[in-house]
């Protein structure tokens, strides 16, 4: 059974920094697509980044660009999505999915599996 596992969230002040992790089971990690994506109260999920199953491409949605960086180990079945400079437009739930894919992938809808997300909170 695959399962996804996101922590790190919290509460934190503009312009901090928070790093989000999501442990992955269930599944041969390293064959696996993994992106982040995040849902604000009353707005659509939102793409926030992805890596590829290498961890050689990332991409990233403009909003997000030079603030988040997105990277995985592959050996500790993990992928990680450091946040820097917060903004309190950056508050949501945050949530981890899978893709079995070699490249990025940044469609919500083409994922197979997601997290139950982690809230982060950003106080102005």
């Given at each position: 059974q695959v399962?996804?596992?996101?922590?790190?969230?919290?509460?934190?002040?503009?312009?901090?920094?928070?790093?989000?992790?999501c442990a992955a089971s269930g599944l041969t990690f390293s064959s696996w697509a993994m992106g982040w994506f995040r849902q604000a109260p009353g707005k659509e999920r939102e793409f926030v980044a992805a890596i590829?199953?290498?961890g050689s491409w990332t991409e990233y949605a403009d909003s997000?660009?030079?603030?988040?960086?997105?990277?995985?180990d592959n050996a500790k079945n993990t992928v990680y999505l450091q946040i820097n400079s917060l903004k309190p437009e950056d508050t949501a739930v945050y949530y981890c999915a899978a893709k079995?894919?070699?490249?990025?992938?940044?469609?919500?809808?083409?994922?197979?599996?997601?997290?139950q997300g982690t809230q982060v909170t950003v106080s102005s």
């Open positions: 399962q996804l596992v996101e922590s790190g969230g919290g509460l934190v002040q503009a312009g901090g920094s928070l790093r989000l992790s590829s199953r290498s997000v660009k030079g603030r988040f960086t997105i990277s995985r079995r894919e070699y490249t990025v992938v940044v469609e919500a809808t083409k994922y197979d599996y997601w997290g």
